[in-house]
């Protein structure tokens, strides 16, 4: 298991201090592509906005983990392992539907996750310009995507359904927006008491 451990991280002594350790995932993983519409896979897209959050995090001087080096995306199996060792927890997905309408964000979480699972549906909304879904329970959720819930205590963040062409579109334009929002949500959280 190759872990990522990003500790290279600015210092930013003006800011409180990390009180909480963090992981963010890459959903599915090299050899499962998961949702593919358009040409593209989710796996891959999951992957790039992993790394996009993880150098904002840096920027921002949060430390965390990773599932996997820069282009490996670790087996679910795997991430929950990783999950489970860290306060927060969040595993990036795309959505998927046989109607291509299905559009916007929504997170999986328990109970306890939610106003940060709120939060991370609230900026993605706003950034993207899709439908704001909500932040719904674990048992709304679908198939395998449940044990980084379940089992790892994690957040799954279904970004956008990439069957829809509008909210591919609004993903490919505001992908890198969105990285810096969702690390900055994710920043404050780990500094939060
Ligand atoms: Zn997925």
């Not at 279904?158 to 920043?187: C, H, M, P, Q, Y």
Request: net charge negative.
């Amino acid at each position: 298991m190759t872990i990522r451990w990003i500790d290279q991280v600015q210092a930013l002594p003006s800011l409180s201090p990390q009180l909480w350790s963090l992981m963010i995932a890459a959903g599915h993983s090299d050899v499962d592509p998961g949702v593919v519409a358009h040409g593209y896979r989710e796996a891959e897209i999951v992957l790039d906005f992993r790394q996009l959050v993880s150098a904002e995090l840096a920027e921002l001087g949060v430390k965390h983990l990773l599932d996997g080096e820069p282009h490996e995306n670790l087996p679910l199996h795997q991430a929950v392992v990783i999950a489970r060792g860290c306060d927060i927890a969040v595993e990036f997905h795309c959505n998927g539907a046989a109607s291509a309408q299905a559009t916007g964000v929504e997170t999986l979480s328990r109970a306890h996750n939610k106003p940060l699972a709120a939060e991370l549906c609230r900026v993605t909304a706003d950034v993207l310009g899709i439908a704001n879904r909500g932040a719904r329970p674990e048992g709304s959720g679908q198939h395998h995507r449940l044990a980084f819930v379940s089992d790892g205590g994690g957040i799954i963040h279904e970004l956008f359904f990439l069957t829809n062409k509008r909210d591919l579109a609004a993903w490919i334009g505001g992908r890198r927006s969105l990285a810096k929002e969702v690390a900055r949500v994710l920043a404050d959280a780990v500094r939060t008491p």
